[in-house]
């Protein structure tokens, strides 16, 4: 939205927000809700339907998958890290850091300071990173080895394992509510 600030009066000191959007040009109190255009009829005849709001073990199930994917995530920046700052180094691709073979590998290396320095706090990150993440994927395991709709979408189809159908159920939660 287009902003400009003018003065209200010569010996005005503060400024007001004009607002291209608003009747009046400017931004103020008077602005439209949806009762007042139209848009509340739906929903005050009992037309729409009710939002589903989650029982608190999927909310605690969500918090749980959500931070899995996090601590996923910053695994893979801090991978992608070493390998750019390995690149810039001039190390030849194909050393994989997370092997007993490619850690020794890299102890051998030849790099500047800073970028040993980088290369030892990226691989520190990867392994506090993976000791977070075994007791959170033996926990997801555990509840899709009691989870029935767990259960069922890990045997049925292809690729959904233990961890990926607890992301399932706790992303979408009752699937009985949906129809068709």
Not at 33 to 56: C, F, H, M, V, Y
Not at 74 to 92: E, K, N
Not at 116 to 130: G, T, Y
Request: hydrophobic content about 35%; aromatic content about 4%; charged content about 25%.
């Amino acid at each position: 939205m287009p902003r400009t600030v003018r003065r209200t009066s010569s010996s005005a000191s503060r400024a007001r927000r004009k607002d291209s959007n608003h009747p009046s040009g400017n931004s103020g109190p008077c602005r439209r809700n949806d009762s007042q255009t139209g848009n509340a009829r739906p929903l005050l005849a009992g037309e729409l339907p009710e939002s589903w709001i989650p029982p608190e073990h999927i909310l605690e199930l969500r918090t749980r998958v959500r931070m899995r994917k996090t601590l996923v995530d910053q695994r893979s920046a801090w991978q992608l890290r070493l390998i750019a700052q390995l690149f810039h180094q001039g190390v030849p691709a194909g050393l994989n850091p997370r092997t007993r073979a490619g850690r020794e590998a890299l102890a051998r290396v030849e790099l500047s300071p800073a970028g040993r320095e980088l290369v030892s706090l990226a691989v520190r990150m990867l392994d506090v990173i993976d000791l977070e993440l075994v007791p959170l994927d033996r926990e997801l395991r555990a509840f899709a080895a009691r989870q029935p709709g767990c259960r069922a979408l890990s045997e049925r189809l292809y690729g959904i394992g233990p961890v990926c159908a607890t992301v399932i159920l706790a992303e979408l939660g009752a699937c009985r509510r949906f129809t068709g």
